[in-house]
């Protein structure tokens, strides 16, 4: 007797509140995996990079050396500038999936199978990108190679020349990347108001003008959008340093994402502090960018609502 | 339109264009037909330098060789080991925190909202080594449910993101309707919004398909052996081990391309929805 009645409460009580209740219930399984898997661990990696670890033995605690060492690592800094050629030459990625976008947008039979198309290398993985790369580079035979000894009388091995090995893999990153670029900028060109571009039309505008003033501020949500991506993949460079060249030759092409990994899981000892620090500094310059984002986010959503 | 209709141009114009097409869209893919030409060929056309012509005949066997002389096979399962768990585990989770966030007014839904939000671009490097370390812990070492817990937490960060935004555009005059009937929030959510999800659903889980089929970091850090390695991390080990022998590098890569492409050619339009979510206002 008494059972039902608690029962029948608690019931009521789940009533009233259960519109309070039920936005927590919901959330709690995917904040406690989003906590222990990606924001807890943000934390303790600024804490590991304190620490010297091999990763199965005691910590030992340095404070700042870690980060000391860094700056008078000579790696460390190639790894840097690599990261900052990586960031402004992926940027072409989006003025070049426009291109690719306008040229594509047209209403002629079979154009849905050349966008597709056009799209391809998006979907494929980037090990499978640096192979069908590496490949194209290859001394001797490569295509790549090839063309440029036909151009020029001798042909250059770029994967292995360390002053140029960072451009070519770039080129190879830029492949998917415009890809990816070029479907927003279809999506938005899909979107733009056909009566706006109908009235400057008759204005006058046309060609670049057009584009320029009429339809690049109607396509910025993808503008936005495809600088976000190409930023965080050009800083997430990982997968095609790993493949095409394993950060050679002799370090030259290793961006920080590589050299983070290197330190802390290469088969000449694991540096786990070490590593942490310098993910720590990739990091803080994501940060930058992130923030920028989530602000301009942040003040979309206020607009919104 | 823009650019302006090509039906609207000249003659000229409008057979130049469809002339350029099929020129621009066989330089773009060059790469990969060129890699696609080699997964064909026979060893003996390498060996004597025809690298760029036709195959001298079609060897199919590299493809024979390349599941008999590797454990590809192995790889390719271990893929799908670790992908399809992380699609449902990654729906599941997002499903209800989308619904959380994307319907109530609650203190702090924007800050857990921007905490997904912010959680998805961090590099992955500095998770890499806590995140490592217990699973070494959890005993999922080397393991594909080691892998495939972090994807899951991992991608419900983008997941929600998507979620919550596709459920904020239903219409809420649905929701507020059934409460006025007496319905209760959790049959709400799977009698009333749940069954609109299904696009949003079927957009996601082919994303989420492809970005975990082609991740190659995580594998490379959570799991080690042929046993447990996904296709990715396979390819690196196997391209170690075919030095020159690019009939087999080929074959093999497009063998690892084949699902995530399949994938994207028969679910296209989820697909391009998916990834272009807000690039229209």
């Keep these: 007797m008494s059972t039902v009645s608690t029962n029948a409460q608690t019931r009521s009580w789940w009533r009233e509140n259960q519109q309070k209740l039920t936005p927590y219930i919901f959330l709690i399984p995917g904040i406690i995996f989003f906590m222990v898997y990606v924001i807890i661990p943000i934390f303790e990696s600024f804490w590991l990079s304190g620490f010297d670890w091999d990763g199965l033995g005691d910590k030992e605690w340095v404070g700042f050396a870690n980060y000391q060492e860094l700056f008078d690592d000579e790696a460390f800094y190639t790894s840097l500038k690599n990261n900052i050629i990586w960031l402004v030459l992926y940027m072409l990625a989006v003025p070049a999936g426009l291109g690719i976008a306008i040229f594509l947008n047209q209403k002629v039979a079979g154009i849905r199978a050349y966008k597709s198309l056009f799209f391809f290398p998006f979907v494929i993985s980037q090990v499978v990108v640096g192979l069908i790369f590496a490949w194209f580079y290859a001394p001797n035979f490569g295509l790549f190679y090839k063309i440029i000894e036909w151009a020029t009388g001798s042909g250059i091995a770029i994967l292995a020349e360390p002053d140029m090995v960072t451009y070519g893999i770039i080129a190879a990153g830029l492949w998917p990347q415009i890809a990816y670029c070029m479907i927003l900028y279809l999506t938005g060109l899909n979107n733009v108001d056909p009566e706006q571009i109908e009235a400057a039309r008759l204005d006058g505008a046309k060609g670049l003008k057009l584009l320029w003033y009429v339809i ?58 070490y590593g942490a620090s310098i993910a720590v500094i990739l990091f803080l310059i994501m940060m930058v960018f992130i923030s920028g984002f989530i602000w301009k986010m942040i003040d979309d959503e206020r607009k919104g609502s | 339109m823009f650019p302006r209709p090509i039906q609207q141009r000249s003659q000229v114009a409008q057979v130049g264009y469809q002339v350029l097409l099929p020129i621009a869209l066989i330089l773009w893919l060059l790469p990969l037909i060129g890699v696609a030409i080699t997964s064909v060929k026979p060893a003996s056309d390498l060996a004597s330098g025809n690298y760029f012509g036709m195959p001298s005949s079609l060897a199919f066997s590299n493809y024979a060789d390349v599941f008999t002389g590797s454990p590809i096979g192995q790889y390719i399962w271990n893929s799908f080991k670790v992908t399809i768990p992380t699609v449902i585990g990654t729906l599941v989770l997002s499903c209800l925190t989308g619904f959380a966030l994307g319907i109530y007014k609650f203190k702090g839904n924007i800050l857990v909202f921007f905490m997904f939000v912010a959680g998805n671009f961090v590099p992955f490097q500095i998770l890499m080594v806590p995140v490592r370390d217990m699973t070494v812990n959890l005993g999922l070492y080397n393991t594909t449910t080691g892998l495939a817990l972090f994807h899951i937490a991992f991608q ?14 239903l219409p809420r005059e649905l929701i ?41 970091f995580w594998a490379t850090v959570l799991t080690t052996s042929a046993e447990t390695q996904p296709v990715t991390a396979g390819l690196y080990a196997l391209n170690g081990q075919w030095i020159a022998q690019w009939q087999l590098v080929s074959a093999g890569a497009i063998v690892a391309a084949l699902p995530p492409v399949a994938m994207f050619f028969l679910m296209q339009k989820h697909f391009i929805a998916g990834l272009t979510l807000g690039a229209v206002k």
Excluded: H, K
């Design chain 1, 216 to 273: 690049l501020p109607q396509l910025r949500p993808a503008t936005f959008l495809a600088v976000v991506v190409t930023v965080i993949g050009a800083l997430r460079s990982f997968d095609l340093v790993s493949i095409m060249t394993d950060g050679g030759p002799f370090g030259s092409s290793r961006v920080l994402s590589f050299y983070m990994y290197e330190q802390a899981l290469s088969e000449y000892g694991y540096r786990m502090g």
């Design chain 2, 176 to 216: 507020e309707a059934a409460r006025v009937e007496g319905v209760s929030e959790i049959r709400i959510f799977w009698y009333v919004v749940l069954p609109l999800m299904r696009p949003a659903i079927a957009a996601l889980s082919v994303l989420i398909f492809t970005f975990i089929w082609n991740d190659y």
């Design chain 2, 156 to 169: 419900t960060g983008f997941c929600t993101l998507f979620m919550r935004n596709f459920i904020r555009a």
